[in-house]
Structure formats: structure tokens, C-alpha cells
DNA sequence: GTCTATGTATAAAG
DNA sequence: CTTTATACATAGAC
């Protein structure tokens, strides 16, 4: 069964080779049979790896394609012990998580303390604003700014958590870029280069050794 | 060049066929040639989705397969154009992240409120308590309470969360459960299983539906 | 890290 | 949803 293998695995996969023509597979009768299997699809064709414009086939991509990963993420979880958690936001507005999300952000967060910038609350009543803006009742927040006081309010609280590793577990490993990865010929898609980078007072941190 | 390759895929696989001998593969001559190519390797071979025990073959697995998973991550994001966050916390602690983290967790926190439980507080100093917990300088917190006071202002915040959806934001849409892979003969690790479910208030949520 | 052989994910079609 | 054929990921060895 395995004996023809041979031969074809070489002639199968030459990375190297840029395919000068893909479709002309279909079009060559590969035997002297008359009958030479009338071969009903083509298999995976090669994508580039770009925009899938056409709507319908780009939710069938994401469809299949965030199932494998979901496995991929279980697999990977489950061979090396690691805890894992994928958050995926659909183009069409819908969130898919894999593994305890939750857990996992609150873990991240505590462990990984960002830059605070100020967020001054200067639109609410007088009465309040003699407290500190993060004092202040939410209430009185104004409902325009409630997205912009909840960043603030996030803020905050990694910066709470910055003062946590000061306190003692500043023990240090490294932290690799948001894109590690440098796959020939690819690049961070568009929309995720102009998201605003938090990241920037990340460099190192410590995550709990025993019981992790 | 794949003039061969028709003749070969039909016999390469078949999944339904068990292998009944996974190592005969080695010891079989495959050709009339005596210089049978000795096969320098086995290929990949299947492995059993469990933990793997050896410490570096483990580590090897899950620096090839992380590195596969962003991969992966980064071609459904431009494929689809789906924003992508990965977490990866290694067993011996490592924080491995793809994708802009901190602002998809940003976001994922505002869309997805979970539910409050109380924090109380009590230890505080007198002159502090007459406060609501959360109006209270940080600086008051006792060092062993801060953990605790992170994890309730995280709620308190993914509250506020909640309160900007009951705002007139909650138009919904299905959110799927954190295991929603069915994987035959597959089930989410055990560590992961323990982690507190902290998703018990979230059912249903939206997402803005421009410039997603 | 690289290579090879093979297991697996998935594009296209039903 | 399922099937098919093929592209791609990766286990094992270096």
C-alpha cells in the first residue's frame, strides 16, 4: 500500500518549486485507462493568504478554520500541560473564547501590569469632582465618557498590579513580542497594526512557579 | 512534475484503514533497487493526546505546536479578518502571547460582564471603612488583601461593563460556552476544568458591528 | 536550528 | 452536514 509513496513524496512537495501552474492538475490524463477515475474535486487548493473577500466563503473559512485552531489549542493544552485561552473577535461581531477565558485574563492581568495614563473626568458635577476621578461614585460618570472611564478603570487596575510585582515578585522571564512569529512572505494584517498598542510598558514578568 | 502525484495520493490515505503496523514501514523493501533509500526517519508519527512526561520532548512539542497555533491564529485573522488574542501560560511559566492582547482583552472585558460578588473590605483601617471599598485609596488595601481587591475591582469594572450594556448596547448575539469543540474521544484537561468558572453571568453580549 | 516521512487540516464540491 | 484530494504541520532524528 505504502510502496508507490516513496516515489511520489519526492515528487510531491518541493517547497522550493513556485508552482508555476496550479490548475492544469485537472486537465492531464495521468493514465492509458479510459476509465482514469474522473477525480470528482480538486482536494485543498493552495490560498494565498490574504482577505477573503467573497462573504459566504470567507464564514465557511472562519468557520473551519476556527474549529482547527480550537482543537489545536486543546491538543497543545493538553500534550504540554500549558494553559491556554483564545479569545476570537468574527468581522461580523461575534466572540468565540476557547478555555477558561476569564480565569486565564484575570491571571494575565495581574501578572503583567501596563502603563497607566490619566483619565482626568473632567465633565462630572462639581460635588464630585473633588475626589479623584476613581473615587467617585460610577454613577456619576457621564454616560459618554463611561467607555473611556472604564479603560481608565483598567488602568488602574493593572497598575495595582504592577505595585503587586513591585512588592516581591518581580522575579523576571521573558516576555515575547505580540508577533513572534516570521513566516516568509507574511505580515500582521492591517487592522491589527492600528489597534493601540497597551503594551509598550511591558517587558518582563513572573508568573507563579508552584501550582501553575 | 505531478504527472505521479495522482497515482500515489490514492494510495497515501486512507483514515479509515488502522495501520495495523506502524514500524513494519522501516523493514519493508520498497523497490528492486538494491540501495533502497534506508529511510532516514519514520516521519511523523501519531502520537496519543495526553500529557507528554519527558521534560524536553515536552518542551520541544510546545515550542513547535505554539508556534504552529500563531501561525494558525495569524491566517485566520487575515483570512477572515477576525481580531485574535492568544495566551499561552507554559507549565514551567512562561507567558506567551499573539496578537494585541491587552486591547482585545480591553475589549473583551467591556463586551462580556461577569458576574459582581462582593468584596468587603473589613480589615481596613477605621478611618477608611465609612467608605465603599472601592472608594478607597489603594494604599489602604492590607498587602495580603490585594489580590483579592484586584479580583473585585476586575468585577467591579466588568459591572460597570454590564451597566454600559443595559445602556441600550444590548442587541445579542450567541456567545459560545468556553469547550465548544467536540473533539471524538476528547476531553478539556483537568486543570483547566478546576479553574474557577468566572463566565457564570455571561450569556449573551454584543459587539459593536462598525469598524469591528 | 534542519530534514524526512507521514499524520492532519482543510478547500472545494456534494 | 460528508467526501475527496491535496496542502500543510509536525514527530522523530540529527
Known amino acids: 500500500m505504502e510502496e508507490e509513496r516513496e516515489t511520489s513524496t519526492m515528487t510531491c512537495l518541493t517547497p522550493k518549486d513556485p508552482l508555476q501552474s496550479p490548475n492544469m492538475l485537472i486537465s492531464q490524463p495521468k493514465k492509458e485507462t479510459t476509465t482514469q477515475t474522473p477525480k470528482t ?5 493552495k490560498i494565498e493568504i490574504k482577505i477573503i473577500e467573497e462573504e459566504t466563503k470567507r464564514q465557511v473559512t ?3 478554520r476556527r474549529r482547527g485552531l480550537f482543537k489545536k489549542s486543546a491538543e497543545l493544552s493538553v500534550l504540554t500541560g500549558a494553559k491556554i485561552a483564545v ?8 466572540i468565540y473564547r476557547f478555555g477558561h477565558v476569564d480565569a486565564l485574563i484575570d491571571k494575565y492581568l495581574r501578572k503583567s501590569p501596563v502603563k497607566l495614563e490619566g483619565y482626568s473626568g473632567d465633565n462630572v458635577a462639581d460635588e464630585e ?3 479623584p476621578w476613581w473615587e467617585r461614585p460610577v454613577e456619576s460618570v457621564p ?10 478603570l483598567s488602568m488602574l487596575r493593572e497598575n495595582i498590579g504592577k505595585k503587586i510585582v513591585a512588592m516581591g515578585n518581580d522575579r523576571t522571564v521573558e516576555m515575547v513580542p505580540a508577533w513572534p512569529i516570521n513566516v516568509m512572505g507574511w505580515k500582521p494584517p492591517m487592522d491589527m497594526q492600528n489597534l493601540e498598542s497597551l503594551t509598550d510598558g ?3 514578568c513572573r508568573v507563579g512557579q508552584n501550582g501553575d
Chains 1, 2 share one sequence.
Open 62 to 64: 472562519f468557520s473551519k
Open 143 to 152: 454616560e459618554e465618557e463611561l467607555e473611556e472611564y472604564m479603560a481608565a
Open 41 to 45: 474535486t480538486r482536494g485543498r487548493q
Open 129 to 131: 469632582s473633588r475626589r
Open 87 to 94: 479569545i476570537t473577535f468574527s468581522k461580523c461581531g461575534r
Open 202 to 204: 511591558i517587558t518582563r
